[in-house]
């Protein structure tokens, strides 16, 4: 495949749906936006949230990975930074109107799973964290 038939992955332009602005509320609160980055191969969420009295402020980068000289894989992973040094990473999966954010690895025991509304006008579901932690969480088109 030469570099001109090369295509974003069905999965990461499912998360098209996430474009634009949102305000977040639950465990944390706050506002993220999402656009794409030139080409669409890349989702960009900018980050202003307070969660545990604490500022969160920072950007994540969602895409495939694409190794130089290898093909994409098949997983819609991110890598978020925040205003503190922290690197956390996510894997992205949209299955109809349900979101799951898995923090790590696909199908580890942190996760987010939401549902969108029907208009697409909101987001609405829960952080599940090891040991029975996590919170509720929505997020509502700006």
């Known amino acids: ?44 969420q900018h980050v202003e949230l307070t969660q545990y009295g604490q500022p969160v402020t920072g950007m994540e980068v969602i895409g495939t990975l694409r190794p130089f000289g290898e093909p994409a894989g098949a997983d819609v992973v991110s890598r ?17 109107d349900t979101l799951t954010i898995w923090g790590g690895a696909k199908g580890g025991p942190a996760y987010y799973r939401g549902t969108f509304s029907p208009d697409g006008t909101a987001v609405t579901g829960e952080w599940t964290y090891p040991g029975g932690g996590g919170y509720r969480s929505t997020m509502t088109r700006i």
């Open 1 to 44: 495949m030469t570099e001109s038939t090369v295509r974003p992955s069905a999965g990461l332009q499912a998360l098209d749906r996430l474009v634009g602005a949102w305000t977040v509320t639950g465990g944390a609160e706050g506002t993220v936006r999402y656009e794409w980055m030139a080409g669409r191969f890349f989702l960009l």
């Open 80 to 96: 978020f930074y925040d205003s503190t040094g922290n690197t956390l990473d996510y894997v992205y999966e949209l299955d109809g």
